[in-house]
């Protein structure tokens, strides 16, 4: 471990998430975790609800954070997050994590805003492990979730720390808690796999190279290895997600030889998870368990959400509509509403052209009008919902533009006309559900990529062994739809890969087409506005660095230098609605992000791409000087 250099650690454990079963694993899956952290030298702060009265909190997570975070010297050389309890993913890579009081407040922790505030406190890395589910049903939305990143903008310039990152499940899976013979010995799986890992007690968990280390790498592997095998012996699947980034030799977690005595941990019980899920009555009123016979698979607290909101947010009718869904078939379920997404965005009809060489498409919902700059024109052409769009004074759309849809409900979509795209835009009771650009006179098949990967987020099945090679398998597709470099750019966030971001900027301006507004954002690149309305970035040269997978190696754009380059932001504003939470942390001086947008932000509704309510819709049109056009 680095000498004399200052390390912290949370280890949070959260049990007691009603209405949710309870999860004594998770708490002494925490308790473990900062035993680790604290014999190992990290300044490690245990935040657990095993006492009923000092429940997990917003509050509390803030006031444990800014305790370290707010000691100014010397800096946190390294900063460990480890995360036990119910958790759900939404949208690409945005993971939240369910407090003790996420029902009566209906916030949860964003962990990556939370990751990025923490940019601001000049810490120089971050490690999230996170052993919690990363499944969604659509209902949650209906909840009116709201993710929360914990701590405020932070008192310094953002830096771009490297991230490890090792989460114990893919998009749209499940994690698993399993019985000890004491409730003091339940554990979660994929916990009790880490730990003995980050204590070396298995000889897999050590580097190839520094054969008494255990390293981010050798950690991941190790997880990635033993994690599946032992979820088999229990008849459960269970793929951890591995990220990690740490420079060699600075990313060692563990180091053979030293004076420090690893515990011993119980052998792994014998007893099968039941597969219903479903517990057994509580045995104490403020530490409910299950028996050894029986394990709660996490994926049943989805079927607890239909139970309290219902499938389309109504309550069922009876508790046994519940108990019929396996985890199995709830996966099944979720997977499906992609297909439906996928299908309704195939069978829409789209035009080869517009002759203005941009315009959109509609489907779910009636237009009341299209509102845009001054110097533009909209017409109607084709069928209904039809629209082209383009410049008074060309007749073709010659830049980007920015344009709001207003629906009859009078709910605002806040997409972005881009010159020589159609953009097929699909509408459901959230808002935007699918936003897919499609180069003109290019074959329909040419969305495929784009359809696909919209259908993934819808179902939460985006998945992939590595965020990096999944960021490059979808990157390859966006110059024939932006939106695909959007997606990619939110992946390689979520590991902290500034540089790759830029990189996908710098190939924007390469070939001539406008930098996709959350891109610009996410890189953290300058935003100059011109007299004529257009936002210009300058994107900052990238060094080459070595590939970090067999799929990088094969594609050397992934890892190539670029050079400094200005170009044209697609946009003034985030397209997905993920990207909007990042508004309320702008870059002094830059005129990136305009300084009223954040404001906005209550008047999203939960569409996947950027839908504002009437009143937003409004104050929108205004901040940018655009008038309804038909």
Known sequence: MPDRKRMVAFAIGVGDAKPLPYLGGAV??????????????????????????????????????????????????????YFAGHGLIREAEEGLWLLSDWHDRL??????????????????????????????????DAADLASDPVLGVGPN??????????IAAQDGSATFMVPGDTPENDRCLFSGVLMEGLWGLKLGAFSKIDKDKVTSRSLGAFLKDEVPKRAAQYKRVLSPSISPTFPEGEDIYFEHGGLITP??????????????????????????RISPRISIDKANLLDRFDYVYGTEGARLKAPSELTSLTPKSRQRKLKNVGRLLLKRIRSQSRPERFETG?????????????????????????????????????????????????????????????????????????????????????????????EMAVAQLESGTLRADAVTDLAAEIRQWKHSDPVLGAISAYLYDSIGDVESIRRMAYFYVLNHQPIPYDIALLAHLRGERYDNGLLSVLVPAVAARKPRTNKEKRHDWTHSATETVTGEVGGFWPWMRQGWALLDDPDDGSALIHSELAALIPNLTTGRFATLNAEGGRILAKIFGLSPRL
């Open 263 to 288: 515990p011993s941990i119980p052998p792994w019980p014998s007893t099968p998870i039941s597969p219903t899920g479903e517990p057994n009555a509580p045995l104490r009123p403020s530490a409910q």
């Open 157 to 166: 310039p953002k830096n771009d720390p490297p991230i490890d990152k090792f």
């Open 358 to 450: 941009s315009g959109f498409v509609v489907e779910g919902g009636k237009v009341r009008n299209l509102w845009t700059r001054a110097d533009l024109f909209v017409e109607s052409h084709g069928a209904a919902n039809w629209w082209r769009i383009g410049h008074q004074s060309s007749y073709q759309l010659i830049s980007s533009t920015p344009v709001l849809i207003e629906f009859e409900d009078g709910t605002f979509g806040a997409v972005t006309a881009l010159p020589r795209f159609i953009a097929t835009v699909l509408r459901d009771q959230r808002g935007l559900a699918a936003l897919i650009y499609r180069q003109i006179d290019t074959p329909m098949e040419a969305t495929a990529a784009a």
């Open 28 to 81: 002494n899956s925490a308790r473990q975790f900062h035993e680790w952290a604290s014999r190992l030298g990290y300044s490690s702060r245990l935040v657990v609800d095993a006492d009923p009265n000092t429940p997990v909190t917003i509050k509390r997570l803030e006031d444990e954070f800014l305790a370290e975070l707010q000691i100014p010297t010397p800096p946190i050389y390294r900063l460990v997050i």
């Open 107 to 140: 916030r949860a922790v964003a962990v990556e805003q939370l990751r990025r505030r923490l940019y601001r406190f000049g810490v120089g890395q971050i490690a999230i492990f996170s052993d919690s589910c990363r499944s969604l049903p659509p209902n949650i």
